[in-house]
């Protein structure tokens, strides 16, 4: 999947809205604001790296695990 992603910038931009409007809305249903413990380029990256490391992964899967890391390390830092 990943590969197809990196082939094509009109794929890669499609797929990067969907990730940050999801976890935008999961941060907005749990009003906590793990965006502000990284920038979209490190979220971007840690969801590939999770891609590259499962390739059978989906964006889906690899976006809900970045989330819960934000969120565990927020919650963490209260």
Known sequence: MLSNI???KDIKDSYSQWVFGFMSSLALVHSQPVFD?????E???AIET???KN????????SSVVYLQLLEILLNKK
């Open 6 to 8: 990196r082939k094509e």
């Open 37 to 41: 413990l990284s920038n979209p380029e």
């Open 43 to 45: 979220i971007w990256l």
């Open 50 to 52: 999770i891609c590259e």
């Open 55 to 62: 390739p059978k992964q989906h964006v889906f899967e690899a």
